[in-house]
């Protein structure tokens, strides 16, 4: 499940360290380039919102397989087309069909023993980790050697060997009680209502997740630009610096089993700020921008970990809506933050981007410094 998980959300990444090469196949600028991270997350977040909530009613096995068999399609979808405007709009489908890891999670934290379930929801970040970090090292790669396409049509034939395997490996599961899908997609955002633990995690996580987006959106203009001129391949492979982050996960998941969470949340959401004073030095030295971003990966898969153990131990006959709600301000702070690194690029280049991710980590981190004692969950009845 963890590799699953991982292959999955790749398809979400492949774009990041092409930018740049896309921008130049349609003839649009950065900022237009930029747009598809957002309309990628943006769809991804509409997944969370339309269909995570049906695992809490239907089969999760046969909802990962649909969805991935989706999400392969529109790869290859993705490979042939030639117009910015079609492209666009498979990139949003791209986005929409790439949930099956957010299917997959709280199906396994289900499945886990109560005491382990942090360790367990840690272990299935670490492969979505893995999938976000090598999706850009095999996108820049094969990209150099064969073209951006190319990486399109390595992702659909991925899936579909995926689709086949989770089809015949995941669980069966026992019947659950009947709910229609309207009541599913509004109870997700009903228990945002409901559960004051759940608003806090779900804004930690948007504004964790819109500095991750800020860096990663931009850097490949950095990173192809002067002083550094990289190729692709060179792009490609600064996604490997996040391996650093499956190291925060484990712990963080350890740490959450343990009741430490306030901590974990503290010291994730510093790391974070920290970071973008590191890759602000970045602009013209690379061994700052190298430690920034492993900064920042450490920072941001400990706070998601410590977020996820959290809110699972909420309500656990409603994981799949938790997690449909939790996910989709995720999402739209990514989506966010990915349009507003764009928008600053253009107008101020890197200083202008480093100095949009220190205000939204600042922002994100204020709520947890402000609270008189450490966090106590709350559960629904």
């Known amino acids: 499940m963890a590799v699953a998980t991982g292959a999955i959300v790749a398809n979400l990444y492949y774009l990041q360290p092409l930018l ?6 349609f003839h649009v600028g950065s900022a237009a380039a930029s747009s598809l991270i957002t309309l990628t997350q943006a769809g991804y977040a509409l997944g969370l919102v339309l ?11 046969t909802l990962v397989v649909t969805v ?3 999400a392969g399609l529109a790869m290859a979808a993705g490979a042939l087309l030639t117009s910015f405007a079609a492209f666009a709009s498979v990139t949003l489908l791209v986005g929409l069909s790439s949930v099956g890891g957010q299917i997959m999670i709280p199906f396994a934290a289900d499945l886990a023993d109560p005491d382990r379930r942090g360790r367990v929801v840690g272990r299935l970040m670490s492969g979505l980790l893995a999938g976000i970090l090598l999706s850009r090292t095999v996108s820049g790669l094969v990209a150099q050697a064969a073209g951006w396409r190319a990486v399109y ?3 659909a ?11 015949f490996t995941l669980p069966p599961e026992a019947p659950r009680p009947h709910a229609t899908w309207r009541s599913l997609v509004i109870g997700s955002f009903a228990l945002l209502a409901t559960l004051p633990e759940l608003r806090r995690r779900a804004w930690l996580g948007a504004s964790a997740f819109a500095c991750f987006s800020v860096l990663w959106t931009t850097l490949a203009f950095l990173l192809s630009g002067a002083p550094y001129h990289y190729s692709n391949g060179v792009i490609g492979l600064f996604g490997l610096l996040g391996l650093a982050g499956v190291l925060a996960a484990n712990v963080a998941g350890k740490l959450a089993d343990a009741a430490k969470t306030r901590a974990s949340t503290i010291v994730a959401g510093g790391l974070i700020v920290v970071s973008f004073g590191l890759v602000a030095l970045g602009r013209t030295m690379l061994a700052p921008l190298i430690l920034g971003i492993i900064v920042l990966d450490l920072g941001v898969q400990g706070m998601q970990i410590t977020n996820q153990a959290i809110i699972y131990g909420l309500a656990p ?13 995720y999402f739209v702070g990514g989506a966010l933050g990915s349009l507003a690194a ?9 200083g202008a ?6 205000v939204l980590a600042v922002a994100g981190l204020i709520p947890t410094l402000l609270e008189r004692s450490p966090t106590h969950v709350s559960k629904v009845s």
């Open 20 to 25: 740049h090469q896309v921008s130049t196949t």
């Open 317 to 329: 006959e409603a994981r799949s809506r938790i997690n449909s709600a939790y996910m989709f301000c």
């Open 353 to 358: 981007s480093c100095g949009l991710g220190c």
């Open 153 to 155: 049509w390595l992702a």
């Open 68 to 70: 991935v068999i989706i």
């Open 51 to 61: 269909i995570v909530p049906l695992g809490d009613l239907h089969p999760r096995r």
């Open 342 to 350: 764009g928008v600053a690029y253009a107008a101020g280049g890197w």
């Open 157 to 167: 034939a991925l899936m579909g060997l995926l689709a086949v395997l989770l089809a």
